[in-house]
């Protein structure tokens, strides 16, 4: 069992930054890949980005060039620095984990094992 803890939301301006935090519980952390995702009010969950246990990097086109997905095994946390924030950016964002994943598809939330509880990102025009 695996449980994750995310931080970091807030209300931040258009054009400013955030980085949130996922803490993983356990003694594998490196063996898991990692995902974050977002769901909007009315909105379906969408993928966002994900860093494999081999730190393969994957990115939702929307927000390329805007967010950065990285990992530091030795705190068990993984991390999404988010910059150039857009009001679309506005969700709760998930953190997500599976054991052992390689890809090549990410974006599924099918794939996933285990998700935390999520942090509002409000981003204001």
């Known amino acids: 069992q695996v449980q994750l803890v995310e931080s970091g939301g807030e209300l931040v301006q258009a054009g400013g930054s955030l980085r949130l935090s996922c803490v993983a519980s356990?003694?594998?952390?490196?063996?898991?890949?990692m995902a974050w995702f977002r769901q909007a009010p009315g909105k379906t969950r969408e993928f966002v980005a994900a860093?494999?246990?081999?730190?393969?990097?994957d990115y939702a086109d929307s927000v390329k060039g805007r967010f950065t997905v990285s990992r530091d095994n030795a705190k068990n946390t993984v991390y999404l620095q988010m910059s150039s924030l857009k009001p679309e950016d506005t969700a709760v964002y998930y953190c997500?984990?599976?054991?052992?994943?390689?890809?090549?598809?990410?974006?599924?939330?099918?794939?996933?094992?285990?998700w935390g509880q999520g942090t509002q990102v409000t981003v204001s025009s």
């Open positions: 860093i494999s246990w081999r730190n393969s990097q």
């Open positions: 356990g003694r594998t952390f490196s063996s898991y890949t």
């Open positions: 997500t984990a599976k054991f052992l994943y390689s890809g090549p598809v990410y974006s599924d939330t099918a794939l996933y094992t285990y």
